[in-house]
């Protein structure tokens, strides 16, 4: 039994760095799962990673990541979260700080979101699907960091990485490992 996106044909296997899209069953009681999707090589997406990866750390009772790194994947992925994933009520938000583009309009890595809740729906056919899950997207790096620095206002490890300042370069390497996250500790 496998749980994914609808419209992602559940976890499929691809070739190259079209890495296979990891499960995302539902999320814990009292949990938050942070989301990061991009490219496997960027320093946007590098330091999206490494902000979630902080936040999981410090605060492993109440929040846990999902990763999904593909060069040649992540925009398929991005087109398909956002026909079957996105809230309605959230399309029309911006993207990035600058406000260039509305979610439903976001094209650039990463693409981040917050997940709460859910239930496996059981089909019969081996097919399993999660309902009912609570999405809460902020769109770009920049997003995510403006919801970090407020939501963490205290915490010197996690506002080091909430510059809306492009990130040095030298992040463009980074944990880019697929299937990655800590939701699979919960979840094996």
């Not at 994914?4 to 009292?30: A, E, F, I």
């Not at 600058?98 to 081996?126: M, N, Q, Y």
């Amino acid at each position: 039994t496998t749980y994914d996106l609808p419209g992602s044909n559940n976890y499929h296997p691809t070739m190259g760095n079209k890495n296979t899209v990891p499960k995302s069953p539902p999320v814990p009681t009292g949990k938050t799962r942070i989301c990061v999707t991009g490219f496997a090589i960027s320093h946007n997406v590098g330091r999206a990673q490494k902000l979630a990866a902080a936040i999981a750390e410090a605060h492993p009772d109440k929040y846990e990541t999902w990763f999904y790194f593909s060069n040649f994947g992540y925009k398929k992925f991005l087109t398909k979260f956002k026909q079957h994933q996105l809230p309605e009520d959230q399309k029309g938000l911006p993207s990035t700080s600058d406000g260039g583009k509305t979610l439903a309009e976001h094209t650039s890595a990463p693409f981040c979101w917050l997940e709460r809740g859910g239930t496996i729906a059981v089909t019969g056919d081996g097919d399993d699907t999660v309902e009912g899950k609570m999405y809460e997207v902020k769109g770009g790096r920049d997003r995510l960091c403006d919801w970090a620095g407020k939501e963490f206002p205290e915490e010197e490890s996690i506002q080091a990485l909430c510059s809306l300042k492009a990130p040095p370069r030298s992040e463009t390497f980074f944990d880019n490992k697929t299937p990655g996250g800590t939701w699979m500790k919960h979840n094996k």
